[in-house]
């Protein structure tokens, strides 16, 4: 079992930065590839970044590469989302989530394939 909760989310003007972090809880975490995924009113789930369990590989949406940069932390059982240069359409709730085994698979794209899920963190990016 794994609980996650998001932190870090607020209200930016336009150009600015925030870091949002996701602390879990569970002795495993260290064995589970992380995902963040943002959903604007209106709009479905979208993917943000990925990461895997020992960190040395990440992946990003088209949308947010060179601007957030994903990291972990085994050792604090968190997890990182760097955002700079952010612009009005990167506001949204941001959730962090958790699957094994989703760079073996392939399925870090896909939130139907996470298991566990924090209860969101609300960005705001005003212009």
């Known amino acids: 079992q794994l609980q996650l909760v998001e932190s870090g989310g607020g209200l930016v003007q336009a150009g600015g930065s925030l870091r949002l972090s996701c602390a879990a809880s569970?002795?495993?975490?260290?064995?589970?590839?992380m995902g963040w995924f943002r959903q604007a009113p209106g709009k479905e789930r979208e993917f943000v970044a990925g990461?895997?369990?020992?960190?040395?590989?990440?992946r990003y949406a088209d949308s947010v590469k060179g601007r957030f940069t994903l990291s972990r932390d085994n050792a604090k059982n968190t997890v990182y989302l760097q955002m700079n240069s952010l612009k009005p359409e990167d506001a949204a709730v941001y959730y962090c989530?958790?699957?094994?085994?989703?760079?073996?698979?392939?399925?870090?794209?896909?939130?139907?394939?996470?298991?566990?899920w924090g209860q969101g963190t609300q960005v705001t990016v005003s212009s």
């Open positions: 989530a958790a699957q094994r085994f989703a760079f073996v698979y392939d399925n870090y794209l896909n939130y139907a394939k996470y298991n566990y």
């Open positions: 569970g002795r495993t975490f260290s064995s589970y590839d």
């Open positions: 990461i895997s369990t020992s960190g040395s590989s990440t």
